[in-house]
């Protein structure tokens, strides 16, 4: 039986190498492609830059009249004249304007003719520290253990018989404690009246309540009547209901 094709013109004999040298030249082409680069070309703006000649301008040369420096200063030669002191100078005495002890004592003063005239102190004592409290209307005739017992109880009747809530601050439910202060003169009257509260409305009412007071025996420090400083807290506190 003989063969169809020629084995001199076998093409797949020689397949193998084929394939070789082709994926050679694929990997050759790939690296290429791979390392080949490419730079960015910058645009460059070519612009005609015209020079021009400067023209320069002949500046006028103007004479301006001036005048001439004034002369320098002449020197002035002094002279100088020595004169003997000849003459004889009178020295002039200055007498002294102070007057003697002799003079200045006119009229001698005795001592029994000289009044030493008294100076009440104003002094203020505290009502803690007083030696005689002052005494309130009612406590009379007490020792002196007492007399600021009856002084302390006294007022606090007068507070609570005096004392008036006030419409507005009920209204406005205002509550709270008002401190007073006030003093006791060396007559016996309530002066100096001073608080601090919650509202204006309860300190007004409270040194209402403290101007009533009446008129004391005045308290006394070593024997004299004094001034004494006095403080009482006053509360006002509503219930709701």
């Not at 809530?165 to 401190?179: H, I, K, N, T, W």
């Not at 024997?223 to 006002?236: D, E, L, R, S, T």
Request: hydrophobic share 40%; with cysteine; aromatic share 6%.
């Amino acid at each position: 039986m003989e063969a169809k094709k020629n084995p001199n013109l076998e093409i797949g004999r020689n397949s193998s190498i084929y394939f070789a040298i082709g994926l050679n030249l694929m990997l050759l082409l790939s690296w290429q492609v791979l390392e080949y680069k490419t730079y960015e070309k910058e645009d460059i703006v070519a612009e005609l830059l015209a020079m021009e000649k400067e023209v320069e301008e002949d500046i006028p040369i103007v004479n301006v009249n001036t005048s001439p420096p004034p002369p320098p200063p002449v020197a002035v030669q002094q002279s100088i004249q020595i004169v003997e002191d000849v003459e004889d100078i009178e020295e002039t005495i200055i007498e002294s304007t102070e007057t003697s002890q002799e003079e200045a004592i006119q009229e001698v003063v005795e001592v029994s003719d000289v009044v030493v005239e008294e100076v009440e102190e104003d002094v203020e004592v505290a009502f803690a520290v007083i030696e005689n409290v002052p005494v309130f209307p009612g406590c009379e005739g007490l020792p002196k253990k007492k007399m600021k017992d009856c002084f302390q109880q006294k007022m606090q009747e007068h507070v609570v018989n005096n004392f008036q809530y006030p419409e507005v601050a009920l209204d406005m439910g205002l509550q709270g404690r008002v401190s007073v202060i006030f003093i006791i003169d060396s007559k016996g009257h309530i002066t100096g009246i001073r608080s601090r509260g919650p509202d204006k409305i309860l300190e007004e009412e409270a040194e209402r309540i403290i101007g009533l007071l009446p008129k004391m025996k005045p308290g006394t420090q070593r024997g004299k009547p004094v001034k004494v400083a006095y403080a009482v807290p006053i509360f006002f506190k509503f219930s709701e209901g």
